[in-house]
């Protein structure tokens, strides 16, 4: 997409993205339906969140452009909060206790940023989320706006980074008060068996270490590495190593 960007000129209220002077139909507007039919597919979808309609422009972007944006995401965010609310009231809702979540946008303008988190902060979701970052700008960048937007959302709600990331991305947004991630980062590495240590990163499918009794990280206390060696997780579960060492805390000594 990024050698058409110049083509992109906008995106209508309801989420048609203008090309070339032509309507190209979003994922929505090309099922006929508009942010109210959004929250309804999440609503039968059942799951426990359901993400606002928000529009995440490209970065660089234009200031005047940004602006019309969030202000747009906004209007979207208080149409779905009243639709979602509508549905979870209904007695066959697939999950009467799915929770909503309102998208931060505003590139990396640090005045639209704020603007609009205290504008998203007054409309009360189940958690926020900040949309539009690591898109290829800087990390330095990505992590200006975490505190420009931080101060603004709500204290008692959790905060989401979108699309994050590594784990010295994770570590430098939690600092910073960001609660939790997505990312494809950790299932697309573990499928190539690229695993993260304090001493860098490890191919665990290196032909090197098909006899390699060594734990992954030599320094490290975690569960995987002090019951595994390299061998036995390049021919055994490489796949899931990276989860692992994650979630039982492999990045500690």
């Not at 979870?88 to 946008?105: A, W």
């Not at 997780?233 to 492999?250: A, D, E, F, K, N």
């Amino acid at each position: 997409m990024s050698e058409n960007r110049e083509y992109v000129s906008r995106s209508d209220e309801l989420g048609n993205i203008h090309i070339s002077g032509e309507v190209l139909a979003s994922i929505a507007a090309a099922a006929a339906l508009e942010v109210e039919g959004v929250s309804g597919l999440s609503a039968n979808l059942g799951s426990d969140i359901a993400m606002a309609f928000d529009e995440c422009v490209e970065n660089p972007a234009r200031y005047e452009y940004a602006k019309a944006s969030v202000e747009r995401t906004l209007r979207w965010l208080q149409r779905c909060k009243v639709e979602h609310d509508r549905l979870n009231s209904l007695p066959d809702t697939v999950n009467p206790h799915q929770m909503l979540f309102g998208i931060n946008q505003g590139a990396t303008f640090a005045d639209l940023r704020a603007w609009h988190m205290q504008e998203i902060a007054k409309i009360d979701c189940d958690g926020y989320a900040i949309g539009g970052l690591a898109v290829g700008e800087p990390a330095e960048i990505m992590y200006e706006m975490i505190d420009v937007v931080e101060p603004f959302a709500p204290k008692e709600k959790p905060r989401y980074l979108m699309g994050v990331g590594t784990p010295s991305n994770i570590i430098e947004a939690v600092a910073r008060g960001v609660d939790f991630f997505d990312c494809v980062m950790p299932s697309r590495n573990g499928r190539h068996g690229k695993l993260f240590t304090w001493e860098g990163t490890v191919n665990i499918m290196n032909e090197k270490y098909i006899t390699d009794d060594r734990p992954i990280s030599e320094s490290c206390n975690c569960p995987v590495c002090r019951s595994h060696s390299r061998a036995y997780l390049r021919t055994r579960c490489w796949p899931c190593v990276w989860r692992c060492c994650i979630t039982s805390g492999s990045t500690t000594n």
